[in-house]
T-cell receptor, first 111, second 114 residues
Framework: NAGVTQTPKFQVLKTGQSMTLQCAQDMNHNSMYWYRQDPGMGLRLIYYSASEGTTDKGEVPNGYNVSRLNKREFSLRLESAAPSQTSVYFC??????????FGEGSRLTVL | GDSVTQMEGPVTLSEEAFLTINCTYTATGYPSLFWYVQYPGEGLQLLLKATKADDKGSNKGFEATYRKETTSFHLEKGSVQVSDSAVYFCALMNSGGSNYKLTFGKGTLLTVNP
């Protein structure tokens, strides 16, 4: 069982560059999430998708866009990266019981 | 809005010591409560949960009881092991409508020394 798969695992960008983080789950979950994790800040929700075709803003959506391509895939896009977006990004999916299944994380550095 | 406050770390213990990590919450209604654990270099995984007042969640020797009167969900383990070294996150879910979002605390780093 692959669970939740994120790519890439590591990425270095220059300020102003764009990139997309990919996430796929094979558990047939309805809900998917993107979080960022920063030291001393815990996990903060960027965007989530309660079902295929819907997306909603979380706590810190500015500077990001998302696409729920189908039930399996939920991508996060940085259109113009900024140093403040240096972080570890986690994708998660849920069967709507509160149990989230997380990917291994994507470590992004913006110079 | 909803919020979770957990004790700041880091917490350093010797093997076989007793562990308590405090967690309190603010929420409307009747949230479900969770503890997640993050081992080094990995994503978070569910450790235990409780869905209503006075429920006790337990897993791998860890326990937490949902106390509505004190709005708390403290994590305890009677005898920690080196392998328990990780970051622990308390979280709550208020499933208003169809939005199953979790609110996380900031995490507590636990280091267990042999």
């Amino acid at each position: 069982n692959a669970g939740v798969t994120q790519t890439p695992k590591f990425q270095v960008l220059k300020t102003g560059q764009s990139m997309t983080l990919q996430c796929a789950q094979d558990m047939n979950h309805n809900s998917m999430y993107w979080y960022r994790q920063d030291p001393g800040m815990g996990l903060r929700l960027i965007y989530y998708s309660a079902s295929e075709g819907t997306t909603d803003k979380g706590e810190v959506p500015n500077g990001y866009n998302v696409s729920r391509l189908n039930k399996r895939e939920f991508s996060l896009r940085l259109e113009s990266a900024a140093p403040s977006q240096t972080s570890v990004y986690f994708c998660a999916s849920s069967r709507d019981t509160g149990e989230l299944f997380f990917g291994e994380g994507s470590r992004l550095t913006v110079l | 809005g909803d919020s979770v406050t957990q004790m700041e770390g880091p917490v350093t213990l010797s093997e076989e010591a007793f562990l308590t990590i405090n967690c309190t919450y603010t929420a409307t209604g009747y949230p479900s409560l969770f503890w997640y654990v993050q081992y080094p270099g990995e994503g978070l995984q569910l450790l235990l949960k409780a869905t209503k007042a006075d429920d006790k969640g337990s897993n791998k020797g860890f326990e937490a009881t949902y106390r509505k009167e004190t709005t708390s969900f403290h994590l305890e383990k009677g005898s920690v092991q080196v392998s328990d070294s990780a970051v622990y996150f308390c979280a709550l879910m208020n499933s208003g409508g169809s939005n199953y979002k979790l609110t996380f605390g900031k995490g507590t780093l636990l280091t267990v020394n042999p």
